[in-house]
């Protein structure tokens, strides 16, 4: 010890004993600043694409909840409607990507309004992190009691036997229940005239009215009209029969073969979200939809999914191929 002390004279071991001193204070600082920023360590936004009351709340209210109890803090659900989802989707992508803020899209917004609007303020596979399909549900091909049909063979019948006589309702140019009714027409030959509405609920109590022959619905609008035997469901448009209403044959298989739409729910986060946070995203989604949060869905007519990143891309790019044909041949534009 005598001889390492003489080759380091006093002044160096002071300056040696303050150097590591220093070393040693700054690791525990970084640490603790690390520590202290393990997200999430503050609550998290989620913005919804429509107003309060619409089928996104169904998903994002019950999402919000579960992820809540299991991350440890407070997930808000803000709803910013406006321009078909574009005003909330650009919300997203010009956030910071923390973590933080988070988005809810459906269909529209990454598969349909790319090719409905000239010019939309996000770019659906550059400008988000994509994280999880969260689930997706039919729309159910209704007609008004005084329609006469009672299943889809029937009522392509009598469309094809009164060509421009028959009208269906939707809740605007673009929306899901206007193209859904587009894709049926383009793959069955039918003659059906668009009237859009400013919500379902108006073009429902127009049906009821007997003013419109047919529309689609959601499950939600359309469950308590269908049990009381007020309008009459001929198909989902799943591949797979709703479970909320496995009685009710499938588009495809009541005759159009091939015939698939749905609205489908997925969480994204802007474009740079860190790996760690989509990675406990995915896994505590995941099992979530194996527990509360697919039992939620169940019960709303809405099948879980879970799929991560790589198959929601694919899956986004796949349905962009599909609505973007749709939206063409049906010449709907909006600017």
């Known amino acids: ?82 321009a078909n989802g574009n005003i909330a989707m650009e919300m997203v992508a010009r956030a910071p990507a923390d973590g933080y803020t988070l988005g809810l899209a459906l269909t529209a917004q990454l598969a349909i309004n790319p090719f409905l609007y000239a010019k939309i ?95 689609f619905v959601s499950y939600g609008a359309g469950v308590g009209h269908f049990k009381a035997g007020r309008v009459r469901p001929l198909g989902a448009t799943t591949a797979q029969r709703s479970r909320a209403l496995p009685d009710v044959p499938t588009i495809a298989e009541a005759g159009v073969k091939g015939y698939e739409s749905s609205v489908w729910y997925a969480l994204l986060g802007p474009r740079g979200l860190p790996g760690d946070v989509v990675k406990r995203l995915n896994a505590e989604i995941g099992s979530l939809l194996k527990a509360e949060l697919g039992a939620q869905f169940d019960a709303d007519g809405i099948t879980p999914s879970g799929a991560g990143p790589e198959q929601l891309a694919a899956f986004v790019r796949s349905e962009s191929g599909k609505w973007g044909k749709v939206v063409r041949q049906s010449g709907a534009k909006l600017d």
């Open 121 to 215: 303020p996000y770019d659906p596979m550059k400008d988000f992190a994509l994280i999880n399909l969260l689930g997706s549900a039919p729309y159910f091909l209704t007609v008004s009691k005084g329609t006469p049909a009672g299943n889809l063979e029937e009522f392509l019948r009598l469309a094809r036997s009164r060509p421009g006589a028959m009208t269906y309702g939707s809740t605007g140019n673009g929306s899901g229940l206007h193209l859904s009714m587009e894709l049926l027409k383009s793959m069955s030959g039918i003659d059906i005239v668009h009237a859009p509405y400013k919500s379902a609920g108006a073009a429902m109590t127009d049906m009821l009215g007997e003013q419109l022959q047919a529309m």
């Open 1 to 82: 010890m005598k001889k390492f002390r003489a080759c380091f004279p006093p002044q160096s071991l002071a300056g040696l004993r303050a150097a590591c001193v220093l070393a040693v204070a700054t690791l525990l600082v970084a640490a603790g600043s690390a520590a202290a920023q393990a997200w999430p360590a503050k609550p998290i936004r989620l913005i919804l694409p429509y107003g309060p009351g619409g089928g996104s709340d169904v998903v994002a209210r019950p999402l919000g909840h579960f992820l809540t109890q299991r991350l440890g803090q407070q997930v808000l659900v803000d709803n910013r409607g406006g």
